[in-house]
């Protein structure tokens, strides 16, 4: 019967470590939407205000008003397609998210289309 005390200690102590590392992965994990979330918010406003550009043009270019406002998002415009005369910006951005968990940092995109609708029909 000796043999077999503490046994309950070191079952214990591994699922305290157990549920130490599944916290720490939940966290990564939220903290990745939350960052997604961000990034896609981001790529939305750069999208419009390229949009913006292109139907009410200033003499800002349509990839300088999409970068504006990606940086005001706290992220970096990746690419932008929205050349003057035409009706469509496609933009994406990137924000890093660092992971607890595994110590490292990891790039996370948004991507988002925007239309100028002329109402002609």
């Known amino acids: 019967m000796n043999q077999e005390r503490g046994s309950v200690t070191v079952l214990t102590a591994a699922s305290l470590v157990l549920a ?9 994990l939220f903290r990745v ?9 981001a790529a939305d406003a750069a ?3 390229a949009a913006r ?3 009410i043009p200033s003499p800002q270019s349509p990839q300088e008003a999409a970068a504006a406002y ?3 998002n706290e992220a970096t ?7 003057r005369g035409s009706f469509e910006a496609t933009v994406a951005v990137e924000m890093s998210v660092r992971l607890l968990f595994l110590h ?6 948004g991507r988002a289309r925007a239309v100028v609708d002329l109402g002609g029909g």
């Not at 130490?20 to 990564?28: E, I, K, P, Q, Y």
């Not at 939407?33 to 918010?41: D, E, G």
């Not at 415009?77 to 050349?83: A, D, R």
């Open 77 to 83: 415009l990746q690419s932008c397609v929205c050349e």
């Open 20 to 28: 130490c590392v599944l916290c720490l992965v939940a966290v990564d």
């Open 33 to 41: 939407l939350a960052v997604k979330a961000r990034a896609q918010t």
């Open 47 to 49: 999208a419009l205000a």
């Open 70 to 72: 990606a940086a005001l």
């Open 104 to 109: 490292i940092t990891r790039p996370v995109v």
């Open 53 to 55: 550009e292109l139907a």
